[in-house]
């Protein structure tokens, strides 16, 4: 079944106890963008790891509009994420103030170049911003999001550690005094960081050179400050919604660990879009796929996958190095 037809289907069937809440949240038209279509039987529903059971879409927005800032994390590639994330947008605006949609594909340094694209068409907002130069998806998936965010009076804002800044944090010669602000002085824990080093040399299919591991621990780290300290500066008129890669939204050690420091009072729950897995029914067991003893999300989205290479395959072919 398809995203859109499924969130057709399940705001339909709201349990009366919500019936009030849900008057006050009115459906947004859903996205055009395609979806993906799934038979896993998890697949278009969501989870609430707190309450061990499944809600409806109208359930959600509930949760996440009492929240300053709401997480929204993405596998890049996954069209029904982009199309669930500009849902979940509109649906806010429409529960409550204007949302401001923070991006990590838009660097903190180039927020005046965002400001001015933002003055010509939306269409064209991917080619001004250099969005898949930059190495994105294209952006017509994410599109709908802005625009779900912009018809509502909200704002956009680039959330990510400028790209001037990386080579120096992965090398570990940053300016004490940004290696201060972003908690780079703060060793992680042992296992904390462990189990980061494996994540990058997954994602990286083994061929990153083991002596650079610490240097993109330390980058992974930064990024995940960098994208705390906007959800952080501009929280207070509405709330910030932030698109990010589901890595960066898990509540025990991504942005709204970094979060909880830097603005203790301030709320934000997340939304891990997760892709089923062949053979995984129980929903609980996503936790083991992000190396956690629990689920860490507010709430878990199911989605279909899409047909894709191998990643691993294309980076060998890119670097030459043989399968």
Known sequence: MSVRRLLAVLLLL???MFASACAELPSPPLP???ALASSHPLAGRIWAPADGRFVTPAEAVALLAGAGAVGLGETHDNPDHHALQAWLVAALAAAGP?????FEMIDQDR??????ARAGPLDQFGAAMAWEARGWPAWRLYQPIAAAALAAGGRLAGANLPAALTRPVARGTA??????RLGLDQPLPEAE???????????????MPEAAIPGMVRVQQARDASMAETVAALAGT???VLIAGAGHVRADRGVPARLRRLAPGL??????LVEVAEGETDPAAVAARFHAATVPFDLVWFTGRPEREDPCAALRRRQGATP
């Open 111 to 116: 927020q005046g170049a965002l400001d001015a």
């Open 14 to 16: 709201v349990p009366p």
């Open 98 to 102: 204007a949302p401001t949609v923070a």
């Open 32 to 34: 055009p963008v395609p």
């Open 238 to 240: 509405g709330p910030v």
């Open 193 to 207: 960081q462990a189990d980061l080093a494996e994540e990058i040399r997954a994602s990286h299919c083994g061929l």
């Open 175 to 180: 300016p004490a005094e940004l290696i201060a």
């Open 267 to 272: 709320v934000m729950r997340t939304v891990g």
